[in-house]
């Protein structure tokens, strides 16, 4: 009975279908492809990262060839992303890089394997044609010159590399934004402050990276970030107000937060990271300058200038706590009593610290040696030279000393100026460069490295002998770094040997990136 049931009523359906005479318009979807026969187009590439990738697949509709038709063209749009092939690790949002038919992109993602999805749609009907390619990105950042910027209030990382900051580049590079571009497209938060390429783990060898919130290291091929800020500090300090970071060429590294000295030593604990900045070292001081020297011999942990009451300052070996300096010796200057508020302060020739200072009118450059000597040392003062008559002192930007010549660049407004403080009066003062009309200078710096032994092993190529000047444009919110020859005896810019750099945020710190 039921089989009977069943069959009634299927022969009812068919009956009633048979009997619909309704009228209905019928479209006839247009058909996209996506061919790549015949073109050389791999179903997978490997590249290196920052390479250019192109693709040029074959797009038809309705079985005529796009490229050769305008109308059909314009029938279709275009849409080419990248993301993640692999879960797990880092997450990086979907990327687009292309609108058009054929790819041709530079390829930003770090180190990995990606999908690359060619999607291609009628405006008319909506209907898309789809297509894969498989990537794998290897990293190939290597020695260069690393510029820290501001954009948008928070800070990023480019790298300048040639055969001038690096032997044997056959092959120019900038690469911009790399600390964006290798963590999920997030900058640092907080204004820039400084950038290092720590040798105190020698073999891990991170970059650090300081914003006034944030200090982070990365790694050295990849720039992924591999050590927050938590990690870098031993108990991670509850205000994150950094003001200063540095190493030292004996393996230390050394920053201010919240106006409280962090350091840690690695010359006994080994060459990766498996130590970590201490506690805030304790002390009764004023203000700190946003600096601490690079260049103090082993007797010391650090070497700070106490702006409030205009004085050097000291960590001895080993101390848990800020002290003044012993030394009496006030033939240059006393140390313990200076008078004057630092500007900018670096190393320079013969590894002492050359100081620019300035006390109301007054400006001076302060010659010290922490490198040889103890906290009692009488040899700390080296010199003071006089620089109050020197144009745009009043205004200084930047400020760079000399590695092997008796002189020191200073910046004011659009020039760079090149004071020789050893000089006679007549030679003393020039200008040694002047950036382009709408543009200012925000750094000036120098290429070397605090770590003789990179210069001794030729690791660093050019040392002393390249200048790098860092503009920025107000009116169309755009920095630019310039890089130049200079005769490192004596200071003399060859100015028409500059290049120029463009797609920078406002620079605040640039530094050397080097490999082993």
Same mark, same amino acid.
Request: net charge negative.
């Given at each position: ?113 990606? /999908? ?186 650090? /070497?700070?200038?106490? *702006? ?138 120098? *290429? ?7 210069? *001794? ?25 310039? *890089? ?33």
């Amino acid at each position: 009975m039921k089989n009977i049931l069943q069959l009634t009523a299927f022969l009812l359906l068919l009956a009633a279908c048979r009997e619909d005479k309704g009228n209905y318009d019928y479209i006839t979807l247009d058909e996209i492809a996506i061919d790549t026969a015949g073109t050389g187009i791999l179903p997978a590439y490997a590249i290196y990262r920052y390479d250019a990738l192109a693709i040029a697949p074959v797009v038809t509709l309705n079985g005529k060839r796009v490229d050769t038709d305008p109308l059909l063209d314009e029938q279709l749009d275009y849409h080419w992303t990248i993301y993640n092939a692999i879960t797990g690790g880092n997450v990086y949002p979907i990327d687009t890089i292309g609108a058009a038919p054929m790819l041709d992109a530079v390829i930003t993602q770090p180190a990995g394997s990606w /999908i690359i999805l060619f999607t291609v749609t009628d405006k008319h009907t909506g209907v898309k044609a789809f297509r894969e390619f498989r990537l794998q990105v290897d990293e190939i950042i290597s020695d260069g010159w690393m510029v820290l910027y501001e954009k948008e209030g928070n800070a990023d990382v480019a790298l300048i590399v040639n055969d001038r900051v690096k032997k044997g580049v056959i092959r120019e590079r900038l690469l911009l934004d790399l600390y964006s571009a290798s963590n999920g497209g997030e900058r640092l938060r907080g204004l820039p402050v400084s950038i290092l390429h720590s040798i105190a783990p020698m073999q891990s060898g991170e970059v650090l990276v300081a914003s006034e919130e944030q200090l982070v290291g990365v790694d050295k091929s990849s720039f992924a970030l591999a050590f927050p800020t938590e990690k870098m500090f031993w108990a991670p300090p509850a205000v994150r107000a950094f003001s200063y970071l540095g190493g030292n060429y004996t393996r230390r590294e050394i920053a201010i937060n919240n106006n409280r000295i962090h350091y840690v030593n690695y010359m006994s604990s080994g060459v990766y990271r498996v130590n970590a900045l201490g506690v805030a070292c304790s002390g009764e001081y004023g203000r700190l300058a946003p600096w601490l020297s690079s260049y103090y011999s082993s007797s010391f942990e650090a /070497i700070a200038y106490d *702006q409030t009451n205009r004085r050097f300052l000291c960590v001895i070996a080993n101390g848990v706590s800020v002290d003044t300096l012993d030394s009496k010796n006030k033939t240059a200057f006393d140390v313990n009593n200076v008078g004057m508020e630092m500007i900018f302060s670096d190393f320079g020739r013969l590894n002492y610290e050359y100081t620019l200072a300035r006390n109301g009118n007054e400006h001076a450059l302060l010659v010290s040696n922490f490198a040889t000597t103890n906290r009692a040392s009488d040899l700390i003062a080296i010199a003071k030279r006089d620089m109050s008559d020197c144009p745009g002192i009043a205004n200084v930007s930047s400020f760079a000393p000399g590695g092997l010549g008796e002189f020191v660049y200073y910046a004011s407004g659009a020039d760079l100026h090149l004071f020789k403080y050893n000089a006679a009066a007549a030679d003393r003062l020039q200008i040694a460069w002047s950036a382009p009309a709408g543009e200012t200078i925000t750094c000036v710096r120098l *290429q070397k490295t605090y770590y003789p032994m990179f210069v *001794q092993a030729g690791i660093l190529i050019n040392n002393n002998a390249v200048i790098y000047v860092a503009t920025w444009n107000a009116a169309t919110a755009s920095g630019a770094v310039y *890089q130049m020859l200079v005769d490192p005896s004596n200071g003399a810019v060859n100015t028409s040997s500059a290049l120029r750099y463009d797609g920078f945020g406002k620079v605040k710190d640039m530094a050397w990136k080097w490999t082993l």
